[in-house]
């Protein structure tokens, strides 16, 4: 009876999505690189937003004085906690890249003559 509670729990949760919303980590103003990450536990699916995540990548950029930020590479994953040779928690996260430049990267150190 055990494991068929067992079986079942495993089936429900290795179906779960769960939505995550990136947050900023390591991040390069010099580079132009932005990086956004979440933790993800065993057994679980994240759906991230691609649009709430380009649009924080993007306002980064623009405090830098880059135009906008566009999706570079595949998502990074990397696992934090094992147990063993079984991952508990991993770290995704997805990168940016920084491209265009603004006026305001020029205009931010001239000195107004008159």
Request: some cysteine; aromatic content about 8%; hydrophobic content about 40%.
């Amino acid at each position: 009876m055990k494991t068929v509670y067992l079986i079942l729990a495993t089936a429900l949760l290795a179906g779960c999505t769960v939505n995550k919303t990136p947050v900023p980590v390591k991040s390069s103003e010099v580079v132009g690189v932005v990086r956004l990450g979440f933790d993800l536990a065993p057994l679980q699916t994240a759906k991230v937003d691609t649009y709430v995540a380009q649009s924080a990548a993007s306002h980064q950029c623009q405090q830098w004085g880059y135009i906008a930020a566009y999706p570079y590479g595949e998502p990074i994953k990397t696992c934090s906690v094992t147990s063993g040779s079984v991952c508990l928690s991993q770290k995704v996260t997805l990168e940016y890249q920084c491209r265009g430049v603004g006026m305001e990267r020029y205009l931010k150190d001239e000195s107004v003559v008159q």
